[in-house]
């Protein structure tokens, strides 16, 4: 099992809390993501359970570090559960869809307040919020099942949970790229744009829990002795183009450069644009803008929220674009608006402004 299910030692303690298990075995604190066949997609309660558990275990002496697993072979986490987060804001009837991104935002930025190693093992698909619920954390593990990506620009999103502090400060136009086109990042690449810390083997886990649990050694010793190559990044071959192409005021600078370029890796990055949502790929390129010039990740956490609650309810693009992909699975999302150049200025700016439900609170 990709959790590293194993008969615990007699000190252990654990609970179970509606999707995610929070156990205690010697000096680890262990979060176990338990929705193996919604492929351990986040709720609103396992983001709350999480965020109280960490408070608790701050405080507790006995504790050195917290590990954080996916449960099932395919996932550490695809993200949150966004069929359930369109189906609320459709109906206009509850306010679930908010709730879950204020639960969210707020386990993210405990995650980066936690004082102790926090260490997410990365084994299996790792996208959305499953990248708030570890990039802010101490030590990313990626392993040769690592399958990476921030796909929301496809979903009618923005890459949220952080990313606008995080991508922003990737080398060069990395997170850009990654931000806009949803790239698939396997172990070599998660380590070369900086999302992972270390590569590890999948059949590593249970003896660095071990190592965990006896509390023998600090993390970086530990997983030092556990580390492997995970051989070249493919990203780096593209490393010159995505600099030079992504290096624009606009997407549409971006697409008139790519389509200019002439090559077939440049050809295929604009007709890949070209289905994602217009509104999306302009929000997240201001988004990435915004986040590189704010300090905390408070504020950006803030400025995510507003945006993600006036997409979600304010614009069609984020439920037909989970309508597109995630139910119906025709891969046809009609966008609105359906071009680039039909997206104006004051429709982006007008994302990023209050909140109806109100704005985050971090207290």
Known sequence: MTDGSRPQSPDATASQTDGVRLERTGALGRIVLDRPKALNALTESMCRAVEAQLAAWAEDDAISAVLITGAGERAFCAGGDVVRVAKSAAARTDDDWWRFFHAEYRMNHAIAQFPKPFIAWLDGITMGGGFGISVHGRYRIATPKTLFAMPETGLGLIPDVGSGRVLPRMPGKLGLFLGLTGYRCGPADSLYCGYATHHLPS??????????????????TILAAHASDPGPAPLADHRPAIDRLFNHTSVAEILAALDADGSDWARDQAAHLRTMSPLALAVTFEHQRRGASLETLAEVLAMEFRVACNMVAGEPDFREGVRALLIDKDKNPRWRPDRLDAVTPEQVAAVFGPAAPGDLSLD
């Open 203 to 220: 059949a590593a886990l249970p003896a660095l829990i071990e190592a965990l649990s006896a509390g023998a050694g600090d993390p970086d």
